[in-house]
């Protein structure tokens, strides 16, 4: 289905399903982004993403990197972060 989009420039999200190296470099290959879950089935992978946001600092003030949602619902309050590193830190690691 890439195949036949023009995806250049947009940010393409899946499920983990979808979570596969051919798909990323297919993305990529289009000169698009990427926002892909990661799952216990690549744990490799799960590890090194824990690692670098361990031990990278993000600046919860930069809110190209930091978002916080804060939700009532269901008589719950719930507390969401999302802390974004790019894909190129992995391969840094690795080096």
């Known amino acids: 289905m890439l195949d036949m989009l023009d995806i250049r420039h947009a940010t393409i999200v899946a499920d983990a ?3 596969q190296k051919a798909i990323a470099k297919k993305i990529i290959a289009s ?8 799952k216990g089935n690549h744990k490799q992978l799960e590890e090194d993403i824990e ?6 600092f993000v600046d919860e003030s930069d809110r190209k990197i930091f978002l916080e949602t804060i939700e009532k619902s ?3 309050i719930e507390t969401r972060r999302y802390s974004l590193l790019s894909a190129a830190i992995l ?3 690795k080096e």
């Open 74 to 76: 269901h008589g719950r």
């Open 91 to 93: 391969d840094q690691a």
């Open 17 to 19: 399903l979808n979570t």
């Open 51 to 56: 690692r670098e946001f361990d031990t990278t």
């Open 31 to 38: 000169e698009a982004d990427y926002a892909l879950p990661v």
